[in-house]
């Protein structure tokens, strides 16, 4: 079992915490080198909130649109929650805030955040009815450090699903949905265990071996 203490996480959800119940699991595990000290929302009525509260998470919300247009303030205040619990690594689990420069550099290498694509496709919203449109034949999951640019910055792990025929959107997003309850974990595990080492925008795992298949579809 590894000496280092625990990383503290703290996760940002917007919605149903899906991702964030995925991470919860993972952390149980006795050798797993992160832990979960709060989960906070700027949606108090995420259903996420209630389902980490169960579990026993501390939990806070910051409603956003008490703040106007003032993100600032808003991240601020979110900053200073975070600073509370004694935040090590921001995870960001369905958080649908664009974040400032400011905030972006206060967590700088220690944020990261999943995308419903492969990045570089498809960044933003709607990633699977675009994924469907443009006939892609495969398509996923991606977990990358944040940097100021929405949806660009190193990547740490990505899973691939395949597209099939007669895929409407929302098949789709539960195949690539089921990919994500796999990678975040194992993200979350290399960053925080201190594996991931980020070289330019090359973000290399110690220690990982890939399958060398090819996936041909
Ligand atoms: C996921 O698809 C994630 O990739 C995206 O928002 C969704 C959040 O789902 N950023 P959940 O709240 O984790 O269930």
Redesign the pocket.
Known sequence: MSTQPKKRVGVL?????????SLIEAAKAPDYPAEIVVVGSNRPDAQ?LERAAAEGFATFALDHRLYGKDREAFEQDLHAKLTEHNVDLLV?????RLLTPWFVNQWQGRMI????ALLPSFPGLHTHERALKEGVRIHG?TVHFVTAEMDVGPIISQGVVPVLDGDNPEDL?AR??AV?HQIYPKALEAVASGKAKTEGFRVKIEGSTPSKETFIY
């Open positions: 959800i917007s919605g149903r915490g899906s991702n964030m119940l996420g960001l689990a369905g958080f649908l955040n999943i995308h419903p999951a997003a690539v949905l994500e």
